[in-house]
């Protein structure tokens, strides 16, 4: 029993980040009618935003090391810790929540000026062009983040107080043999209230109703005078917004490099397939349920029987469910 | 005349030249042979090039980055310039602080990017373009192994870098290729009798595998060594080169029955599987009675210093370490020290001193020819390069030395003091025939 709440906890913090990012792209998809592949390059951007705002905080000097007699070594303390002491440590061990506040205005303008910089110039072209020009931006964003970070990982570790693991097993009367890192349980609470807070927006507000009403039916919308294009285009700096959060709050769980947009791009794009081009609630459901699937094929009992279904669960499924439902588990024809 | 009638005839001059053409036609290759090109890439000039083959990127970026800093130190000490390193204190030495037989020692870099597609093709680019006459250089073994062949293809000696897999020098070897730095045979060999020590003879144990040829051999020999003091091995899962995130398999061990989880990993698989395990709590718990463990058979500092806090007592084994006190070590830290501002890498000094003992090896034999090289190589002994009295084992090419067994430093000293030495392992106890890994060596192409 333990190991199967585990399991599903694992799935639940996978499926959490494949989610976040299948939502942006089903956003995109859904009302620009854009397929997005630099989406991963924002969750990269958004991940980079925390790996800077720590860089910035830990601005040091360079003091030299005395335990080291034999060649002159150097110690780098950050000047927050020299000027404020204890507190200069604390800040800079909260740099990922700060990050996140960071994030917000850093990705919606990065996602405005990417559509109305490049992808609107798309909107009315094949798929293939649209495919090809965003992939090469992704290559470009990525290439850029590679001059300047390096291609190394880059540690961005979560603020101490959350650095261990929570005993869910107590708390759900299970004993103590499900244990859990707090950050994970922090990554899946977050993914759910963002996404949470993503379907109230599109489903309470007025702006939100036009949104909808405009991936529905774009020329109707239009001719009621409405400006559709323009909150399209906030559409698009929302979606940036919540898939660079989802890189931001990842960095604790995977340090950064300049290459793990891509890492997830491909799955997401499984993902967005599997819940149904251009549903909100099949990207979001399909996220969590690839993660699960991800998460049990790994477990002993399975790979004994089909060594290696770990590796190929999702895309397996991702056929199966194809072959079954063209359009995807909640796509419309 | 028809045409069949006018080709059919064959004139007195016709005779001629077709006999001088003839002639010439098989004088050719006995006159390229016997002149220029007895072997590939022969220095012209006034310089040599060698080839440094490193990951600059992917899941050993880390280790490639102190390997390249650890060649160009050698590249000064060679030329004669710098404070010589270690070539103070090797013996015995045939190396004079003038490049190598005369010539200006020069390199050329390639990115491996831990993908042996990408390391072949850099290989490949460095001899058919930048004239590379040694290769050097790889932080994987699946690399390693990939380069070496290419290596003995193309007729160009390979000086193995941080390859740990049996298969370098067993049955993946070549005439070609050489590895200074230890195997996983020799890991398991020295690492189990302290594991046992550490923590008794009952014991389960869970691996978690690097899927490639090293994580096999790793595994292989852990298992061996462990299986022979009575340990039980629960279950060895196999986990994708750079997966990052291990938490899925992770998981599973939290309630398999282990007591022990022993990460066949490197670099920053290795970083970050074990940060996640100690995240899951791993280290914290107690099962079956016994406080639960974690083992990484192949450690450096550079792995300890990404992994922070969580190496701490963490036991595994290594090739070298810049605390040890002989003279070469100190020497080498030293040298690396003053030139970059930190202690060298185990991957760094393996890398440092291959390049020396080709060197050396070319100065030995009075020629850069490669068949001379490692006539002069094999079953060549020398001491002063850190690890102690040391013998490249003609049989196999694999260097045979003291193997370290290590822990994480509970009370480090300095910021760089991450490993404490637990044992200096002599080499009788890992050493091993060299039949029993296999392979064919093959032959010269001379």
Redesign the interface.
Same mark, same amino acid.
């Given at each position: 029993m333990?190991?199967l709440v585990?399991?599903v906890?694992?799935g639940l913090?996978?499926g959490a980040a494949y989610a976040l990012i299948a939502l942006g792209l089903t956003l995109v998809f859904g009302t620009l009618g854009v397929v997005n592949f630099a989406h991963g390059a924002i969750f990269m951007l958004g991940a980079f935003v925390a790996v800077s705002v720590q860089k910035i905080l830990t601005i040091s000097e360079k003091v030299k090391?005395e @335990?080291?007699t034999?060649?002159?070594?150097?110690?780098e303390v950050p000047y927050l810790e020299i000027w404020w002491g204890d507190t200069g440590t604390a800040i800079i061990d909260y740099a990922v929540p700060i990050s996140v506040f960071v994030a917000i205005p850093v990705m919606l303008l990065i996602g405005l000026a990417m559509e109305r910089g490049l992808i609107r110039h798309f909107y009315k072209r094949e798929h293939a062009d649209q495919i090809l020009v965003t992939f090469g931006l992704a290559i470009v964003l990525q290439e850029i983040i590679?001059a300047n970070f390096g291609?190394?990982?880059i540690?961005t570790p979560a603020p101490e107080i959350v650095?261990? @693991?929570a005993n869910i097993g107590l708390l759900l009367g299970l004993g103590d043999?499900?244990?859990?890192?707090w950050?994970?349980l922090i990554y899946f609470v977050f993914a759910v209230v963002i996404i949470g807070g993503v379907f109230s927006f599109l489903k309470y507000t007025t702006f939100g109703m036009v949104v909808r009403a405009g991936m529905h039916n774009r020329e109707m919308v239009g001719l009621l005078g409405i400006n559709i294009e323009k909150r399209f285009t906030i559409v698009f700096g929302l979606a940036a917004v919540v898939s660079g959060l989802a890189g931001v709050m990842y960095t604790p769980?995977?340090?950064p490099d300049y290459h793990?947009g891509m890492?997830f791009l491909v799955l997401s794009f499984v993902v967005v397939v599997v819940g149904g081009m251009g549903s909100l609630p099949g990207a979001v459901s399909a996220g969590f349920l690839l993660g699960i699937l991800? @998460?049990f094929a @790994?477990?002993?009992v399975i790979?004994q029987y089909l060594?290696?279904i770990?590796?190929i669960i999702i895309y397996l499924v991702a056929v199966i469910i194809l072959l079954f439902r063209p359009h995807g588990l909640m796509g419309k024809d | 005349m028809s045409d069949d009638n006018k080709y059919s005839t064959l004139s007195r001059r016709g005779f001629l030249k077709a006999s001088v053409a003839a002639a010439a036609g098989v004088a050719a290759p006995t006159f390229f042979m016997n002149n220029a090109h007895a072997y590939i890439n022969a220095p012209k000039g006034g310089t040599v090039t060698l080839g440094f083959n490193v990951p600059?990127?992917?899941a050993y970026?880390?280790e490639g980055?102190d390997e390249l800093r650890a060649y160009k130190l050698a590249i000064k000490h060679l030329n004669g310039e710098g404070d010589g390193g270690l070539m103070n204190t090797m013996k015995p030495l045939s190396l004079k602080g003038n490049g190598v037989l005369g010539k200006k020692v020069a390199y050329t870099t390639g990115d491996t990017q831990t993908k042996s597609d990408a390391a072949r093709a850099s290989a490949k680019r460095m001899i058919e373009k930048d004239g590379a006459i040694m290769i050097t250089g790889g932080s994987s073994s699946g690399v390693a192994i990939a380069v070496q062949s290419l290596c003995q293809e193309a007729g160009v000696i390979f000086m193995a870098g941080l390859t740990h897999s049996n298969d370098t020098t067993g049955k993946d070897k070549r005439k070609y290729g050489f590895r200074h730095f230890f195997n996983t045979e020799m890991t398991g060999a020295s690492l189990a009798p302290v594991l046992e020590k550490e923590f008794g003879k009952d014991r389960n144990a869970y691996h978690l595998t690097a899927d490639y040829t090293w994580g096999w051999s790793q595994e292989g020999s852990i298992k061996k060594y462990t299986e022979q003091l009575g340990w039980n091995t629960t279950?060895a899962?196999?986990t994708?080169l750079g997966a990052?995130?291990f938490?899925?398999?992770i998981?599973?061990v939290?309630?398999?029955g282990a007591d022990v989880l022993v990460l066949n990993h490197y670099g +920053?698989d290795m970083v970050?599987s074990l940060t996640?395990a100690v995240?899951?709590?791993l280290r914290d718990k107690m099962v079956n009675g016994k406080q639960f463990q974690i083992v990484v058979p192949l450690f450096s500092r550079l792995m300890a210093q990404?992994a922070g806090e969580n190496i701490k007592g963490i036991f595994g084994s290594t090739n070298w370490n810049w605390a040890l006190q002989d003279e070469g070590s +100190?020497a080498f830290? +030293?040298s690396f020290?003053?030139e970059y501002?930190?202690p060298p890498s185990q991957a760094a000094h393996t890398c440092y001193v291959q390049t020396l003992l080709y060197a050396n090896a070319c100065e030995m034999a009075g020629t850069f020819n490669p068949c001379g090289v490692i006539e002069a190589l094999e079953g060549f002994k020398f001491d002063g390069m850190g690890n102690g009295a040391t013998e490249y084992r003609a049989d196999d090419h694999q260097c045979f030395k003291d193997v370290l067994v290590v822990r994480g430093n509970e009370k480090p000293?300095?910021?760089?003091?991450l490993l404490e030495v637990v044992q200096e392992v002599p080499r009788a106890q890992v050493e091993y025939p060299a039949s029993m890994l296999g392979g064919e060596l093959g032959s010269c192409k001379a």
């Open positions: 333990d190991a585990l399991q906890l694992n913090d996978k090391d @335990s080291i034999f060649f002159d070594a150097y110690k590679k291609a190394n990982p540690p650095a261990g @693991s043999g499900v244990v859990y890192p950050w994970r769980i995977l340090p793990i890492d991800q @998460s @790994s477990m002993n790979n060594p290696g770990d590796q | 600059q990127s992917g970026a880390d980055a279950a899962v196999r994708p990052g995130d938490s899925q398999y998981t599973p939290l309630n398999s +920053k970050n996640q995240q899951f709590g990404g +100190k830290v +030293k020290g003053a501002g930190f000293s300095s910021q760089f003091d």
